[in-house]
């Protein structure tokens, strides 16, 4: 039996979340590079630190948790049973957080996307929209040749 307390445990759960390569990230990092697209990851000169880095597109993807973020989807309109306000505080700090952090780069003239834990669910639909997102972060890059 685990002798461990019930606050011991929740440290111990925390301290097991990730901010990289989390199974939401890792799922997308799969579907973008079967689907041909090359990436960087977590450029920590960037506002954010976004997850997924297109260079060349001037583009990037956040990968959110819908709980950790405030998604408004079920799972992220969640309410946590105990402790409420510390952690209602910290979602709205996140938020607050992925907001500055997206201004900064459109204020750069950076392609901004955030791909939901959620609508990863289904894949070809993602992998649909992501992909119209990165063609038109290409086509947006692309000087007009005059004749």
């Not at 989390?22 to 630190?49: I, M, N, Q, W, Y």
């Not at 780069?105 to 929209?129: N, P, R, Y």
Request: net charge positive; aromatic share 8%.
């Amino acid at each position: 039996m685990n002798d461990a307390s019930p606050s011991e445990m929740r440290s111990r759960t925390m301290r097991a979340v990730r901010s990289k390569d989390t199974a939401p990230e890792l799922k997308l990092r799969g579907l973008l590079h079967r689907a041909g697209f090359r990436f960087r990851l977590h450029r920590k000169d960037l506002p954010g630190s976004p997850d997924l880095v297109f260079p060349g597109r001037k583009a990037v993807i956040f990968v959110h948790g819908c709980f950790w973020h405030g998604h408004g989807c079920k799972r992220g309109s969640r309410a946590p049973k105990t402790n409420v306000d510390y952690w209602q505080a910290k979602i709205g700090r996140n938020v607050a957080r992925d907001a500055r952090a997206l201004d900064a780069l459109k204020a750069s003239g950076w392609h901004v996307a955030t791909v939901w834990e959620c609508e990863l669910k289904d894949e070809e639909t993602a992998l649909a929209h992501i992909s119209s997102f990165l063609e038109a972060a290409t086509d947006a890059q692309t000087p007009e040749l005059r004749g």
